[in-house]
C-alpha cells in the first residue's frame, strides 16, 4: 500500500529564516506531487505541482520554491521567510495517469506541517 | 470568479439526523470531477466520495452520498445518520480535464459541528 511521510510536524521560525519541508511517498512510482498551503480558517491554495522528477509548475507567485530530487520526493523551500508563509502546508499525491471516470486518481494527503513565523 | 463556491461557512446537525453541505462549481470543461474531503482537528484530509462529470449516477460512500446536479453545476454531500465523529470541516473540490491538469481547487470549506 502507498504512504505518504511529512515532516516536520510543526515548525517556529523568525521572519528572514530559511525553510526547508520535506515530503516523501512509498509504495507507488511516478506520482503526481502537490504542495498546498491552507491560512488558518480558510481552504487549499495551491502552491507547486510536479509530474516528474526536476518538473515543478507554480501556481501562485512568492517567496517559496519546490524541488523534486528524486521520483517520490518533494521538498518546498523558501531562502527568507515571510510573517505571510505562516500557515498549514500540505503535501499529497495522486497516480501518474489522469483519470477521470469512476476511481480517478484521487489526492493523497500528508499529515501537514504547521508552519509560525514569528 | 471563484472555482468551487460552499456558501455555508457553518452548520449543525443533531446525532443521527442528515445534513446535506452545498457546493457549487464553474467550469466550461464538459470533463471534470468533483470531490469531497473532510478534515478534522487533526489537520489530516481525508477522502469521502467522488463524482464525475459523465457519471449517470449519484457517487455514494456508505453514509455519504452526492447529489449531483449537472445542469445547475452543484455537487451538494450528504451525510446521513450523523455521528459525533462527522464534525469537521468539509471541503468540496474540482478537476477539470481539458487541460490534463492533475491538481484540485477546493472550495472555503463549511464547518460540520454535530450535537448530542
Known amino acids: 500500500s502507498q504512504t505518504i511521510h511529512q515532516w516536520p510536524a510543526t515548525l517556529v521560525q523568525p521572519v528572514g529564516s530559511p525553510l526547508s519541508l520535506e515530503c516523501t511517498v512509498e509504495?507507488?512510482?511516478?506520482?503526481?506531487l502537490y504542495w498546498y498551503r491552507q491560512a488558518a480558517g480558510r481552504g487549499l491554495q495551491l502552491l507547486f505541482y510536479?509530474?516528474?522528477?526536476?518538473?515543478i509548475s507554480s501556481e501562485v507567485p512568492q517567496n517559496l520554491s519546490a524541488s523534486r530530487p528524486q521520483d517520490r520526493q518533494f521538498i518546498l523551500s523558501s531562502k527568507k521567510l515571510l510573517l505571510s508563509d505562516s500557515g498549514f502546508y500540505l503535501c499529497?499525491?495522486?497516480?501518474?495517469?489522469?483519470?477521470?471516470?469512476?476511481?480517478?486518481?484521487?489526492?493523497?494527503f500528508g499529515a501537514g506541517s504547521r508552519l509560525t513565523v514569528l | 470568479a471563484q472555482k468551487i463556491t460552499q456558501t455555508q461557512p457553518g452548520m449543525f446537525v443533531q446525532e443521527k439526523e442528515a445534513v446535506t453541505l452545498d457546493c457549487t462549481y464553474d467550469?466550461?470543461?464538459?470533463?471534470?470531477?468533483l470531490f469531497w474531503y473532510k478534515q478534522p482537528s487533526s489537520g489530516e484530509m481525508i477522502f469521502l466520495i467522488y463524482q464525475g462529470s459523465y457519471d449517470e449516477q449519484n457517487a455514494t460512500e456508505g453514509r455519504y452520498s452526492l447529489n449531483f446536479q449537472k445542469a445547475r453545476k452543484s455537487a451538494n454531500l450528504v451525510i446521513s445518520a450523523s455521528q459525533l465523529g462527522d464534525s469537521a470541516m468539509y471541503f468540496c473540490?474540482?478537476?477539470?480535464?481539458?487541460?490534463?491538469?492533475?491538481?484540485?481547487?477546493f472550495g472555503s470549506g463549511t464547518r460540520l459541528q454535530v450535537q448530542p
Open positions: 509504495g507507488t512510482s511516478n506520482p503526481n
Open positions: 467550469t466550461s470543461d464538459q470533463s471534470y470531477g
Open positions: 499529497a499525491w495522486s497516480r501518474g495517469e489522469l483519470r477521470l471516470r469512476r476511481g480517478a486518481n484521487v489526492l493523497t
Open positions: 473540490a474540482m478537476r477539470e480535464g481539458s487541460t490534463g491538469r492533475r491538481a484540485l481547487t
Open positions: 510536479s509530474v516528474g522528477i526536476g518538473q
